[in-house]
C-alpha cells in the first residue's frame, strides 16, 4: 500500500517574486508522487480567505515553504505576514515542514520587498528566515531554477521515507484490491483456525470419552467397605489367647480366615505376624491400611 499512496503538499510562498519557482515545483512535486497544492488553487468561496488556506493545509500531508526576496503582504490583525502566518498555522497542526530557501546574495533589487515600509518588511523576512532555519525544519537552500530542482527532488523523496503510516491518498481501486487481498487472507485463516479449533473438539470428545468409560470400569469394579472383610473385637481377642503364638500364613490357628487373611496381607503376604496385646490398636490401623491396599491390588490386577 505504502508505494501506491500519493501526498499532498501545500506550497507556501510570496506570489509575484516566486512564479517560475512555483512552477518549478509543481513539476518536481508530480515526478516525486506528491499532489501539489497552493495558492494557485484558491477561489471564491463564502468564506474568508484564511479560512480557505487552513482548510487546504488541513488535507494535505506536507507543507512546503520556499523564502525568496519578499517577506509579504501583512495580515493586519496579527501584524505578520500570511505566508510566515500559513508556515505558523502548519507547525501548531504538526504537519511535515520543508523549507527551501534563496540565497540572499543572488536576490536582486527587483525581487525585494518596495514601498514605504519595505525596510520594516526587510528586517521581518530576516528574523523570519533566521527563525526557520532553527526551527528543526528540513531545510535546502538555491540560487536559480536548476538548483531549485536540483534541491527539491531529494527533499521530496526523502521526505516519503519519514511519512506517516496513515498519510497519504490512494485511489478507490487500489483500496478496494487491498481490502480484497487482506479479506481472502482473513478467510483462509479463518478457514484454518476452525479446522484446528473443529479437531480439537473432537480429540476432547475423544478424549472425555475414553475417561468415562475408565470412570464406569472403575465404578463397575471398585471394592465397597461392606464387602471386605472386617476385624471384630471378638477376633482380636481370640487372637490374643496365646501370646507367644506365631501366626503364618499357613497356621491361622483359632483366627477367623478373614482376619487371618488381612493380617497376612498386612505384612506383605509373606513372613509372620507377632502378637502382642499392646499391638491391638495397631493391628486395626493395619486392618484398615490392608484394606485399602487390597482395593488398590485389585485396580492393578485389572489395569495389567
Known sequence: MKNRRKFSIFISSTYDDLKEERQALVGVALENNFIPVGMEQFHAAPTSQWNVITKMIDECDFYLLVIGGRYGTIDEETGISYTEKEYNYAKTKGLPVLVLIKEPSV?????????????????????????????????????????????????????????DDNAGWVRYRDIMSVI?????????????????????????????????????????????????????????????RDEKSVVGQ????????????????????????????????????????????LITQKENQQDG
Open 107 to 163: 536576490i536582486t533589487k527587483s525581487e525585494k520587498d518596495t514601498g514605504n515600509d519595505k525596510y520594516d518588511k526587510m528586517k521581518k523576512l530576516d528574523e523570519f528566515r533566521e527563525r526557520v532555519k532553527n526551527d528543526k525544519n528540513t531545510v535546502d537552500f538555491f540560487e536559480d531554477l536548476n538548483s531549485l530542482k536540483y534541491a527539491a527532488s531529494p527533499t521530496f523523496g526523502n521526505a516519503i521515507d519519514y511519512v
Open 180 to 240: 480484497n487481498e487482506e479479506a481472502k487472507g482473513r478467510n483462509k485463516a479463518n478457514a484454518e483456525l476452525e479446522e484446528h479449533q473443529q479437531k480439537m473438539l473432537e480429540d476432547m470428545k475423544e478424549m472425555f470419552s475414553q475417561f468415562g468409560s475408565r470412570l464406569t470400569e472403575l465404578e463397575n469394579s471398585q471394592l465397597t467397605w461392606g464387602e471386605i472383610p472386617t476385624v471384630t473385637n471378638e477376633d482380636i481377642d481370640k487372637l490374643f
Open 250 to 293: 499357613d497356621n491361622v490357628g483359632n483366627i477367623p480366615v478373614d482376619s487371618a487373611f488381612l493380617l497376612v496381607y498386612a505384612a506383605d503376604g509373606d513372613g509372620q505376624i507377632i502378637k502382642h496385646k499392646h499391638l491391638a490398636r495397631l493391628l486395626r490401623f493395619l486392618h484398615r491400611v490392608s484394606s485399602l491396599w
